[in-house]
């Protein structure tokens, strides 16, 4: 409730300022911009999946600004105190509309169509058609979004299995979760990549299903060997604490103590250029639409 009342006072009181001393309704130029938002991650060796996706763009979209906003205020605190300043979705938008930017393609790098995602729309809502400032913006969709999104992350997972896994061994992946609908987009994504391979399980930190879930589907199998990947962006505290590390309660501490030997890969998602590329190809779409 905090963070709408913050962007009710942006609208309000500090925007309409900047719509007056924009040009008080006259005709302006064109000016498209990108704003990519991710949740954030304070670990440094996680940047390099943000700095993949901001190469792509960039390549791709050579002639078009590209901002950067973080959605968690918890980890935007913790890298202020750094020395490190990341924008939230709202202020990114009001800095936009000052510098003048008419059209804003914001993309979301979010896994799924969660709280998160949410919180993004209306934020971006409330900052569209006011007089003189941004007066279009679309929005792409997260990593997971359609039948066709199942799909192609179904194959890039597959393309992505470490090369020297062995027929019997499995293959783990952690996806953060939610109680948010939207969870149910995991286990939909396990069932269409067990048709292609039943050696591959995803569960989940705050969802369903959960680890107790995937070890009892590993015993069902008699499988003891497991490789441990992050489903989600960037390899950061989930990928590193619970998943990997040496705490009794990190999956891979849960899964040694049953028997089960464990082989970590810590890359987020967004360090494969094939997942990188539906990321990519939901900004293509979201510009098409300021043709």
């Known amino acids: 409730m905090k963070k709408y009342f913050v962007v009710f006072c942006l609208i309000f009181f500090f925007l309409p300022s900047m719509a007056i001393a924009a040009g008080h309704g006259q005709p302006r130029s064109v000016k498209q911009g990108i704003l990519l938002v991710a949740f954030g991650s304070s670990f440094p060796q996680a940047q390099v999946s943000f700095e993949n996706i901001d190469a792509r763009v960039k390549k791709q979209f050579p002639d078009i600004p590209v901002h950067w906003a973080y959605t968690s205020h918890v980890i935007r605190k913790k890298l202020a105190s750094q020395g490190k300043h990341l924008d939230s979705v709202a202020t990114a938008l009001a800095k936009m509309m000052d510098q003048g930017f008419t059209r804003v393609a914001v993309q979301s790098l979010h896994t799924i169509r969660g709280e998160e995602f949410d919180d993004l729309v209306h934020t971006a809502n409330a900052f569209e058609g006011m007089p003189d400032g941004i007066e279009k913006i679309v929005i792409g969709s997260p990593l997971l979004s359609s039948p066709q999104d199942m799909e192609a992350v179904t194959r890039a997972i597959i393309q992505n299995i470490p090369a020297k896994r062995k027929k019997g061994e499995a293959l783990v992946l952690m996806g953060h979760g939610t109680p948010h609908p939207s969870n149910a987009f995991y286990t939909a994504l396990m ?15 705050e969802g369903a299903p959960g680890i107790e879930d995937i070890t009892a589907m590993l015993r069902e199998k008699n499988i003891k060997k497991v490789y441990l990947m992050p489903f989600m962006s960037v390899a950061g505290d989930h990928a590193r604490n619970d998943l990997a590390g040496e705490d009794p309660d990190s999956w891979k501490s849960i899964l040694e103590h049953q028997g089960v030997h464990c082989e970590v890969v810590l890359k987020g998602t967004a360090e494969y250029d094939n997942m990188i590329d539906i990321w990519v190809n939901h900004l293509k779409d979201a510009m098409a639409q300021f043709k």
């Open 191 to 205: 069932f269409s990549l067990q048709r292609k391979d039943p050696g591959i399980f995803i569960g989940t930190v």
